[in-house]
């Protein structure tokens, strides 16, 4: 069989299924879901019936394509965001931008692999506390928190909510320190128009199969620097020599200790193998083409729910948009005031009981977090709007797999709960 009868027959399965349905109390309404269909499945295929399945022209494809949509000069695509965020921090300290052993400003509010990653590349991390409009970094405690051994502020667009980048890159400028962006959460997020991850010196993203683009497990790095391009794609790939002379014979390297040797096998810097396959981005291509209207789809799921629970608002934050801000909305979160009359375990407790799929702000306040109990790290100031986000705090689904009765049912469910308060 051919492959362009296989193709067809892909196709023609996705035609003709039936469209995801969902069913009331017995359906899960989940906080994540892989939304793709043929394009993508017939892009994979691809690959595999001409045996590219390792790193190649694909992912070539998709670092230009991703780059160019950010407005950006390089990507390097890699098998996760934990990976990406440890290329990009190894990249910084490798070139010296970043001194080893400096502090790293970074939000106490957030997932694990921000934190791991600094300790992995030798810095220190200094937890700062965030602002309750965004739930990011706050531009003031960031200012607070600058001293003489701080090398790197580490932004994190926390549930697709861009950071206040305009601020922060002010900063950034007065005190001549680097930024880098963790746009695990926000893709296609934007401020003003411009992507987040295009304004500070590197950004790290992740295609976790939740996220609002997906290649299954992903990751990447963009910079518009030269030099930081050339140590990430070599760290990626075991530390590599990159690039040599095309005019160099196969068995053309030597320097003092190696005489004739194949290029292919030296070895310049203490690297890693974090390779992206070709089948991953395949997912990646055609998921990007599709990317802003999943996240329009998002942002529209997103208004539905803020528009029927805003008449709880004496019980409930709901999410915050600055204006020209662009949430892309990876999850739609929820803060139960301090004084409600019922806690977030109640809540939750209830929304899982009917199949509404509930997660806690990733790690809450990482300083307590098992893990970083015994590391060296500072603390800047006080964390009193990372710990009420920690106790109070939850997110639900609003990807574009919830269909509009899922999105009925999930306001019904709220309504259930909150009118025995009212």
């Not at 531009?139 to 549930?159: C, F, P, Q, R, W």
């Not at 790290?204 to 683009?213: E, G, K, Q, T």
């Not at 292919?264 to 974090?274: A, C, H, L, Q, T």
């Not at 055609?286 to 802003?292: G, I, S, Y």
Request: overall charge negative; glycine content about 8%; some cysteine.
């Amino acid at each position: 069989m051919s492959k362009e009868k296989i193709f067809k027959h892909v196709e023609e399965f996705f035609e003709n299924s039936e469209d995801y349905k969902f069913v009331p109390g017995e359906s899960s309404v989940n906080v994540g879901f892989p939304c793709y269909d043929s394009k993508e499945i017939v892009s994979a295929l691809d690959s595999l019936l001409d045996l590219r399945i390792s790193q190649g022209k694909k992912v070539q494809k998709f670092e230009k394509d991703y780059s160019d949509y950010l407005g950006m000069k390089y990507g390097v695509a890699v098998n996760s965001g934990s990976s990406a965020n440890l290329l990009g921090l190894t990249a910084l300290v490798m070139s010296g931008i970043v001194p080893k052993g400096s502090e790293v400003i970074v939000p106490a509010a957030t997932f694990t692999t921000v934190i791991s990653p600094i300790l992995q590349a030798g810095l220190k991390p200094v937890f700062v506390d965030i602002e309750m409009e965004t739930y990011n970094l706050s531009s003031e405690a960031i200012e607070s928190a600058i001293n003489e051994k701080t090398g790197l502020i580490m932004v994190v667009h926390s549930l697709g909510n861009p950071a206040r980048m305009i601020e922060i890159m002010e900063i950034s400028e007065k005190y001549e320190i680097p930024v880098l962006e963790d746009c695990c959460e926000s893709h296609g997020s934007s401020i003003g128009g411009k992507k987040v991850g295009s304004f500070g010196l590197i950004s790290c993203w992740s295609f976790f199969v939740a996220h609002n683009m997906t290649t299954g497990e992903g990751g990447m790095v963009n910079t518009d620097n030269p030099e930081l391009y050339y140590i990430l794609r070599s760290i990626r790939e075991f530390g590599r020599l990159l690039d040599p002379d095309p005019d160099m014979e196969r068995f053309g390297y030597s320097d003092d200790f190696l005489k004739d040797y194949d290029e292919r096998y030296v070895f310049e810097n203490i690297g890693y193998n974090v390779r992206m396959t070709d089948i991953a981005a395949s997912l990646g291509i055609e998921q990007l083409k599709k990317l802003d209207d999943l996240n329009n789809t998002r942002a529209k799921t997103a208004g539905s729910y803020t528009k029927a629970l805003n008449k709880y608002d004496n019980f409930l934050k709901l999410p915050y948009i600055p204006d020209s801000f662009f949430h892309s909305f990876y999850g739609y979160p929820i803060l139960v005031k301090e004084d409600a009359p019922f806690n977030r375990k109640e809540i939750v407790t209830f929304l899982e009981k009917n199949k509404i799929e509930t997660r806690a702000f990733m790690g809450g306040n990482l300083t307590l977090q098992p893990a970083y109990r015994d590391v060296d790290f500072r603390i800047s100031g006080n964390l009193n709007n990372t710990d009420l986000l920690m106790n109070n705090s939850f997110f639900i689904g609003c990807h574009p797999f919830v269909v509009e009765e899922a999105i009925e049912y999930v306001i019904d469910v709220f309504e259930q709960f909150l009118n025995k308060y009212v």
